[in-house]
């Protein structure tokens, strides 16, 4: 018998990763009361204050590839919950920059150790993260990533 995997589309199968993976994601950081997207915005700010950054919500919405009004209201949250500061920018008072706190530093750290380990796993049948299949595969996500997609229109199918 054939797995249901065997013949399904590339779209398919992105579909049922990202899925799977969010889903993941959220049971394993749920015990530090985040959920996946909370934790995404918090290990990119971690990464992006280890740059010496201090994003703007729209710099943090580009960078996760998040909508900037879901940007804003995770950031909302957070702020409530102690994990997230968020002060005017001095060069444009329209926008507001985002940092972690103390508290948000720590609960990061420790999320981010607990999606390592869950990506290990995800990565172990293509050799473990630093396995060359794995290197493989990240270069073709970044490359579909980088890929241009607009939904087409009307107009679009017409002319074809």
Known sequence: MS???ERATAGFLVWRLSMKWRVAVDRAVAPLGLTHAQYSLMASLNGMGRSG???SQRQLADHT???PL???KLARTLETAGLVARTRDPNDPRAMQLSLTEQGSDVTRRAIKVVQALLDQLLEPLGGQDG???RQFTRELATLLDAP???PTENDEEQS
């Open 3 to 5: 797995s249901p995997t």
């Open 53 to 55: 950054l201090q994003p």
């Open 65 to 67: 590839g998040l909508e």
């Open 70 to 72: 879901y940007v804003s």
């Open 132 to 134: 060359a299949r794995t």
């Open 149 to 151: 997609l607009d939904p």
